[in-house]
C-alpha cells in the first residue's frame, strides 16, 4: 500500500521548508521525509533538490548510497534481519525463509497490505545474541522459527498452523 502523496503534499513541503535551503541540511530533510511516508517519494526528492539548488541527480545519489533510505514504500512494520557472519551462522538465512514462508515477501520486498516490509542487513550489532531481528526500532534477540510467527501475530499479522499467512 503506498503512501497518496497528494495527501502528503503539504506535510511534505512543511519539512524541507522548515530548513533553510542549504545543501548541509539534505540528509536531516531527507531523514524527516523518510519518517513520514516510510520511504523517499521522487516529489518529495525533487522539491528538496529544488528548495537547495542542488542538482536532483546529486539528492537522488544520496538516497541510493545510504542503506537507511529507501525509494519504495516500506511496510509499517519494517523488519531487518541481520545477516552478519554470527546471525549467518546461527540461522539467520532460516528466519528469512521463515518471512516468506509466513508473509510472501523476499528482501526488499512489502506485503500487499503495507503491513510489513523485510530487508537484510549486514550487522545490528547484536553478535553476542545472535539470530537478531529488529521491527522497527526494536531488537528481537535468539530468534527462533516459532519465535518469528510470534513476533509477527504480535504486530498484526495473521499467521496459519502451516505458517502462512
Known amino acids: 500500500m503506498a503512501v497518496d502523496i497528494n495527501q502528503i503534499q503539504e506535510k511534505i513541503h512543511v519539512i524541507i521548508y522548515a530548513y533553510p535551503g542549504e545543501k548541509r541540511y539534505i540528509l536531516a530533510m531527507m531523514q524527516d521525509?523518510?519518517?513520514?511516508?516510510?520511504?523517499?517519494?521522487?516529489?518529495?526528492?525533487?522539491?528538496?533538490?529544488?528548495?537547495?539548488?542542488?542538482?536532483?541527480?546529486?539528492?537522488?545519489?544520496?538516497?541510493?548510497?545510504?542503506?537507511?533510505?529507501?525509494?519504495?514504500?516500506?511496510?509499517?512494520?519494517?523488519?531487518?534481519?541481520?545477516?552478519?557472519?554470527?546471525?549467518?551462522?546461527?540461522?539467520?538465512?532460516?528466519?528469512?525463509?521463515?518471512?516468506?514462508?509466513s508473509l510472501g515477501i523476499k528482501p526488499g520486498e512489502t506485503t500487499e497490505d503495507g503491513l510489513f516490509s523485510l530487508e537484510t542487513v549486514n550487522c545490528l550489532g547484536a553478535c553476542a545474541i545472535a539470530p537478531v531481528l529488529m521491527v522497527n526500532e526494536k531488537i528481537?534477540?535468539?530468534?527462533?522459527?516459532?519465535?518469528?510467527?510470534?513476533?509477527?501475530?504480535?504486530?498484526?499479522?495473521?499467521?496459519?498452523?502451516?505458517?502462512?499467512?
Not at 512494520?77 to 552478519?84: L, R
Not at 535468539?142 to 499479522?157: E, F, N
Request: a positive charge.
Open 33 to 101: 521525509l523518510q519518517k513520514i511516508c516510510n520511504y523517499l517519494p521522487r516529489e518529495g526528492l525533487e522539491l528538496i533538490a529544488e528548495h537547495t539548488g542542488v542538482a536532483f541527480s546529486e539528492i537522488y545519489s544520496l538516497a541510493t548510497f545510504y542503506k537507511a533510505f529507501s525509494l519504495v514504500p516500506r511496510g509499517k512494520y519494517n523488519i531487518k534481519v541481520c545477516d552478519g557472519t554470527a546471525c549467518h551462522i546461527k540461522g539467520s538465512a532460516v528466519i528469512i525463509d521463515q518471512v516468506f514462508n
Open 140 to 165: 528481537y534477540p535468539k530468534v527462533s522459527s516459532s519465535g518469528l510467527l510470534d513476533i509477527i501475530k504480535a504486530y498484526g499479522g495473521h499467521v496459519h498452523e502451516d505458517g502462512k499467512s
